[in-house]
């Protein structure tokens, strides 16, 4: 699959409480393995402040436009994160 193209997949390979991907569920980490997230975390703030770490923003979007956004998200008419100023 192409960058930006849209994915399927089988619902048997979601959770049935949320729409994580089966093999990694972050709610069921935090509760079981709260250390490992804590480790990673520290990691990916030293790389995100030595400018090592990169997150694509799609559109910059104002508060008055966060249904506008969630609305695209919903959609998937995005692309990258949004970020909201």
Known sequence: MLRGQTGRMKTTALHSNCRSA???????TSKKRLE???TVAEEIFKLMVNGDFQVEIGIEYSLY????????????ENTGKPSYS
């Open 65 to 76: 436009e966060v249904k506008i956004a969630h609305d695209m998200i919903d959609n998937r």
């Open 22 to 28: 089966l093999g990694f569920s972050f709610a069921t």
């Open 36 to 38: 490992t997230i804590k």
